[in-house]
């Protein structure tokens, strides 16, 4: 997906207003978009959630070896799903195998349990457009909710939302919910390496020090549809915390670009500059 220049500050040339005409045109174009499913004895789930999902361009699958038939349910009910089978070693390393998987301008991560209502996706899909390279759900800022989080884990969750703000320098409201979309581009720099359910920790705070540029968004988390969760808090909790210590040894944001990078009065010269030409050559 391109950008418009004026993200990167990057210097205007002449017949920028032209380009910025074009980047119009290019905004209004839909990016591809791959929802990314990590599946663990989902059968049942995925009944529901693969219907829900005709609007995405592509789906990866990355089922946990399940004795539940959900690879089958998968291939069946989204006959071209990528479909990859990998041991149950946690949600994290299947995350990663989606992520290599996929091909779309655009990943978006979403659970198999039904507890992520696919309505919301293209909510996420229009802040990558804004110019967001990472786009978390969030459950806690105004307009988000949950009907499934126990108050272990809204505690534990809260507090370790709390660290992140303090350690990473950010206002988030919400850091342990798999809602996210990204850019497919921005993937490698992530370097992501976690396993288990610190992945989307480890996805934010990197996206921070390689100085990406993030947004929240309201997201409402609905009940798990049936079977197990696969999370334990305590255990997660801490991978969570651990994560988050380990990536904070390097710089924090002292590279993130801002939105508009190029000061507007120096922009705002340019484009004058710009539009003096294109009517110099229209009147000549
Ligand atoms: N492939 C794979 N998927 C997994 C593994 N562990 C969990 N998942 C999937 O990751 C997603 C999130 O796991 P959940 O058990 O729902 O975790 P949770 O949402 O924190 O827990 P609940 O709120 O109780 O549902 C689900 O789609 C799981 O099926 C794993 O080891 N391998
Ligand atoms: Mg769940």
Request: with cysteine; proline share 5%; net charge neutral.
């Amino acid at each position: 997906m391109h950008e418009p220049e004026f993200l990167h500050g990057a210097g205007a040339r002449s017949g920028a207003l032209l380009q910025h005409l074009d980047v119009a045109r290019h905004r209004a174009t839909r990016p591809t978009v791959t929802a990314v499913i990590p599946t663990l004895n989902e059968a049942e789930n995925l009944r529901w959630l693969l219907p829900r999902l005709s609007g995405v361009d592509e789906v990866v699958v990355v089922d946990g070896e399940s004795a539940d038939g959900t690879a089958d349910v998968a291939r069946r009910l989204r006959p071209d799903a990528v479909v990859i089978s990998r041991p149950p070693t946690g949600k994290g390393a299947a995350m990663r195998a989606g992520f290599e998987a996929a091909t779309s301008d655009v990943i978006v991560a979403i659970d198999a349990d039904g507890s992520m209502d696919p309505r919301e996706i293209d909510a996420f899909v229009a802040l990558i457009c804004c110019g967001f390279d990472v786009v978390k759900g969030s459950r806690y800022c105004v307009g988000g909710g949950s009907d499934d989080l126990t108050w272990l884990r809204r505690a534990g969750n809260l507090l370790l939302t709390r660290l992140a703000n303090v350690l990473y320098r950010v206002r988030w409201t919400d850091l342990c919910y798999g809602y996210i979309a990204l850019r497919r581009s921005v993937v490698d720099r992530l370097n992501l390496a976690a396993d288990g359910f610190e992945i989307e920790t480890e996805l934010c705070v990197n996206a921070v020090t390689t100085g990406l540029r993030i947004a929240e968004l309201p997201s409402h988390e609905l009940d798990r549809r049936s079977g197990v969760s696969k999370l334990n808090a305590g255990r997660d909790g801490l991978r969570v915390l651990r994560t988050m210590v380990r990536g904070r040894r390097g710089p924090v944001g002292g590279a993130r670009p801002r939105l508009r990078a190029t000061p507007a009065p120096e922009r705002a010269a340019r484009e004058r500059t710009a539009l003096e030409q294109v009517l110099e050559e229209a009147s000549g």
